[in-house]
């Protein structure tokens, strides 16, 4: 079974993520096994994305180990591929506590990516696009659409990217200050709103807060669209931190109060986040019992600011089987292969992959646990040829 590198891929860079139990950063496709289902759906939110509707919040459910990180790694090369700017975050206890909007806003900036420019980070970004006549063009068009009422769902004036963006292109040797400003770094914020005025209406408010973060981002995506990119697409990971009982009450509420006022913005934007099973669990059945922030509305309890779970809102990704896992291993031994110069089909016979599959399914082995030990006997392999497979997987 020959597998296709993509062109500028590295097989390589690929086998030495799967020794060191990290997400490929290329041949996603190939190395995608079992989840069908899950890239469909996300395909179709894709395209629903484009047109501003509420925004689409789904919930990518999986033990540790089962592939969460990779498959939000697919969702961004779809995301890539269908000209959408993507934005990962990891919804830690330090940098990006998600109770806390500046943190947010700051992570998701940071980690802006653009389907044209080979940069990531907002801040490097815009340095490189004011210096493009065609970008300072659509920062423009932007600005004259923001101007118009309609551009944002309850008050356009404010959203900061537009003006922002537009007097950057237009001066600059404002660049710096204005991309400090968006990237959410601290700095004195009226010197910075005077500079705007000199060039063009500056919003209204130009402080992050807790009130102000879903129009922040729904704005990204709203402005990202206007100058000619399809969207906006925000990965979540390790979202179990925010929604989780890892965190206070308080802190749970403030998360899914959050994630509900997203889900009511209409921008070209589309979310995902990664959970447990168990945080998921927790979320179906015994959030409406925790204290509402909005009193007595049943409507506005936490089960249902998180759209209650309901089927097509969570991605299960469920432990691959026998054929599952025999499928990856064959697709492992073909890159190894490829990256190592040597004739896979001749040198690893089928009782191998068999042992090795066998082996997983006997210990309840997470997929990334199984894709490890692959790699480690294709290593085996490549040094003992002779040596039988049960002691190589025993090894």
């Not at 994305?49 to 592939?67: N, W």
């Not at 300072?136 to 600005?143: E, F, M, P, Q």
């Not at 309850?154 to 404002?174: F, K, M, N």
Request: aromatic share 6%.
């Amino acid at each position: 079974m020959a597998v296709d590198v993509a062109p500028g891929s590295t097989a390589l860079d690929t086998v030495f993520a799967f020794k060191t139990g990290v997400v490929p950063t290329t041949d996603l496709a190939e190395v995608t096994v079992g989840r069908k289902k899950s890239v469909v759906r996300c395909r179709s939110a894709l395209k629903a994305a484009t047109e501003r509707e509420p925004v689409e919040v789904d919930f990518v459910e999986g033990a540790y180990g089962f592939g969460k990180s990779h498959f939000l790694d697919v969702v961004r090369s779809e995301a890539l591929s269908r000209d959408f700017a993507v934005a990962t975050i990891a919804a830690n206890f330090d940098s990006v506590a998600m109770h806390r909007p500046t943190l947010v806003a700051r992570a998701i900036s940071a980690s802006l990516e653009l389907p044209d420019q080979p940069t990531v980070g907002f801040g490097r970004l815009l340095r490189n696009l004011v210096e493009q006549p065609a970008f300072v063009a659509r920062s423009v068009h932007l600005y004259k659409r923001w101007m118009l009422p309609g551009f944002g769902e309850v008050d356009h004036t404010l959203s900061v990217w537009p003006s922002g963006i537009y007097a950057a292109a237009a001066r600059p040797e404002l660049v710096e200050k204005i991309a400090r400003w968006l990237s959410g770094e601290p700095m004195p914020i009226a010197p910075l709103r005077k500079l705007i005025r000199e060039v063009c209406v500056p919003p209204r408010r130009m402080a992050v807060n807790a009130e102000a973060l879903p129009g922040l981002i729904a704005g990204l995506a709203r402005s990202l669209q206007e100058l000619g990119y399809a969207g906006l697409v925000l990965l979540i990971d390790e979202a179990e931190n925010a929604l989780g009982p890892m965190s206070t009450p308080s802190q749970r509420s403030k998360n899914a109060r959050f994630l509900h006022a997203l889900s009511l913005e209409r921008a070209p934007m589309y979310v995902v986040l990664a959970v447990t099973p168990s945080v998921a669990l927790s979320l179906e059945l015994d959030l409406e019992r925790e204290i509402s922030p909005w009193a007595l509305d049943p409507r506005k309890s936490l089960r249902f600011v998180l759209g209650r779970l309901a089927p097509d809102r969570r991605l299960p990704l469920a432990a691959l089987g026998r054929t599952g896992l025999h499928e990856l291993a064959v697709k492992i031994v073909e890159l190894h292969g490829q990256a190592f110069r040597w004739n896979s089909e001749r040198r690893v016979n089928e009782s191998i992959l068999r042992t090795c599959v066998s082996s997983a399914m006997e210990r309840g082995a997470p997929t990334r646990a199984f894709v490890k030990q692959v790699v480690e006997v294709l290593e085996l392999c490549e040094q003992h040829p002779h040596v039988q497979a049960n002691s190589l997987v025993g090894a």
